[in-house]
């Protein structure tokens, strides 16, 4: 009987200590230092949205970010994306903690490592843009008749949790340009064939969100989005829709440790200045600013700031470059810029 007890404190213990340990990984660090480096030399590198110096440069830190982006004057912005691979040292986890600091690790992403840690780009001087007011563009995915999203098998909720998305951090005001630059590869068309649409990612686990319209009639096996790289990815399954209140909200397959826009925490003002990331017309991640003209209530925006069809389901962002709503709709006969975006903070179930 003594030694039974004595068992079953022996396993006790180990469990407790496998919880606390929680891994070797996770202890030992598993710090990657990524060579950063640029022709010309000199440009500001952002791992994600951290920045790190200029070019050359190296970074070392355990987090994983989707993206690099150098940045120099005169020279076009460029955003490298990274991948990833397994981390074949977590295998010893076994060793040290069993399955319990494995399991840890997978869940916290502590088994994954970047694929290569030397990353380069050579930038290309800006350019002027050439195409006019007149210059012909393709509305053959505009204005097409709306449908009934078909009905899921299984009822889907109007809301997410706000402790699933990454909060914000920043309390730097950010220049227009680096606005741009920080939260363009996080931003992506969405295309069914039938119309076009914009989104972007609130998540770097492939949470995108856009307007309830721009799904109307369409299959989800349809659905295609286009990164700013060219990049195509098919959209795995809606985690919550509100047709009402117009917006959904999406994962999309594949892709992971993708860039993303945090939710902004902070109240907006009528007057503030605001900005605008979408698709407008198929003009991929046009980038336009204005101010917030009005609060309309029940979550509605009015907006200075220049939208077209293909904006829906884009971006609007303070100046901290932080998401604050979804570009909805706006008055197709006015001159005034008589527009609308949807309070981002409608997604979140109310605490």
Not at 22 to 27: A, G, K, N
Request: aromatic letters at 10%; one cysteine or more; hydrophobic letters at 35%.
């Amino acid at each position: 009987m003594i030694r039974i007890k004595l068992l079953y404190l022996l396993v006790l213990v180990s469990l407790i200590s496998m919880t606390f340990c929680t891994s070797c990984v996770t202890i030992l660090g598993g710090k990657q230092t990524l060579q950063l480096s640029s022709s010309p030399s000199g440009a500001k590198a952002y791992v994600g949205t951290k920045y790190v110096g200029t070019t050359p440069c190296s970074y070392t830190s355990k987090e994983l970010a989707g993206s690099i982006t150098f940045e120099l004057s005169g020279y076009n912005t460029k955003t490298i994306y990274t991948k990833t691979k397994f981390n074949a040292h977590s295998l010893w986890n076994f060793l040290f903690t069993g399955v319990i600091g494995f399991i840890v690790d997978i869940a916290s992403g502590e088994c994954d490592k970047y694929s290569q840690t030397s990353y380069y780009a050579k930038l290309e001087k800006c350019s002027v843009n050439t195409q006019t007011a007149s210059t012909p563009v393709s509305t053959s995915e505009i204005n097409k008749p709306k449908q009934e999203i078909p009905k899921p098998k299984m009822s889907i909720s109007k809301t997410i949790s706000r402790s699933s998305i990454p909060k914000s951090s920043n309390n730097t005001l950010l220049s227009s340009e680096r606005i741009f630059s920080k939260c363009n590869p996080a931003v992506f068309k969405i295309d069914n064939n039938i119309q076009q649409g914009s989104g972007f990612f609130i998540s770097n686990k492939g949470i995108g969100i856009s307007n309830y319209h721009v799904f109307d009639g369409s299959r989800l096996e349809d659905m295609c989005i286009t990164l700013s790289n060219g990049s195509k990815y098919k959209i795995e399954k809606i985690l919550a829709a509100d047709k009402d209140k117009d917006y959904i909200v999406f994962k999309v397959s594949d892709i992971r440790n993708c860039a993303y826009i945090p939710v902004s925490s902070r109240k907006w003002q009528v007057g503030q200045n605001v900005y605008a990331i979408g698709s407008p017309y198929s003009l991929d991640n046009t980038f336009s600013s204005g101010n917030i003209s009005g609060n309309r209530g029940n979550g509605i925006i009015q907006i200075s700031v220049p939208i077209d069809h293909g904006s829906s389901g884009g971006v609007l962002l303070n100046k901290y470059g932080e998401a604050i709503g979804i570009t909805t709709a706006g008055f197709d006969r006015s001159s005034a810029n008589l527009n609308f975006a949807i309070d981002i903070n409608v997604i979140f179930k109310k605490q």
